[in-house]
Structures are given as structure tokens and as C-alpha cells.
């Protein structure tokens, strides 16, 4: 069975780009745009790798990890995905379990050669 990827952010555009391209790939893609939406997704079936956006409606993207987490759901990988590069940020990444954080635009190249790390 492939690896199942659950892409979360607030962007349609960047979900559907990304899913297209993931599932292309050979990966088994879902989506979300929130954060509700993300925790029952990931919680009715847990993601090998989650991409997730760190600015979302209804709260922090690390909030879809924590709550991942206490559901027992906790993808096998996490990359957070934002706009903003700081190290206080990347600490605050790493600390709440992600494997890496990239700035976007994500350079696509960068980003499949990472999920295939994972």
C-alpha cells in the first residue's frame, strides 16, 4: 500500500497542487484546510508524513500535532510549512516533534526529495 500523506493548509490552491502532485508520485493523499479538519483526518486514518502549514483557521498548525498525538494518531513524519524563518520558530518545530521546517515557496524539487527521505 503507499505511504499515506496528509497535506494540511489553509491555501485550496497549495492542497490541490500539492495532492496533484503527491498523488502523481504514488502516494495516497488526503487534505485539509483547518484545524479541525486536519485532526479528523489524520485521526481517522493516520498519515505516514504530514505537511503541515503553520498558519491556520482555528488556531497554530502545532496545535494539529498535539492534538494528532493525544489521539493516539501521530503521523510517522511531520514537516511544518510556512512563510516565516526564524529560529525561534524552528525551535518551537523541532520541540513539538516535526522532522524538518521549510520556508515556502517551497522549492518543489526540495520538497519530493524530502518526503522520499521520510
Given at each position: 500500500m503507499p505511504q499515506h500523506l496528509l497535506i494540511v493548509d489553509d491555501s485550496a490552491a497549495v492542497t490541490g497542487a500539492l495532492g496533484l502532485l503527491f498523488q502523481e508520485s504514488g502516494y495516497r493523499v488526503t487534505t485539509a484546510g483547518d484545524v479541525d479538519d486536519a485532526v479528523r483526518a489524520g485521526t481517522a486514518d493516520r498519515a505516514d508524513?504530514?505537511?503541515?502549514?503553520?498558519?491556520?483557521?482555528?488556531?497554530?498548525?502545532?496545535?494539529?500535532?498535539?492534538?494528532?498525538?493525544?489521539?493516539?494518531?501521530?503521523?510517522g513524519a511531520t514537516v511544518a510549512l510556512t512563510g516565516h524563518d526564524d529560529d525561534e520558530l524552528r525551535d518551537r518545530c523541532v520541540a513539538a516533534g516535526c522532522r524538518d521546517m521549510l520556508v515556502k515557496p517551497v522549492p518543489i524539487r526540495e520538497l519530493l526529495a524530502l518526503v522520499r527521505s521520510l
Open positions: 508524513i504530514l505537511l503541515l502549514d503553520l498558519t491556520l483557521p482555528g488556531g497554530d498548525g502545532l496545535l494539529v500535532l498535539e492534538q494528532l498525538r493525544d489521539a493516539g494518531a501521530e503521523p
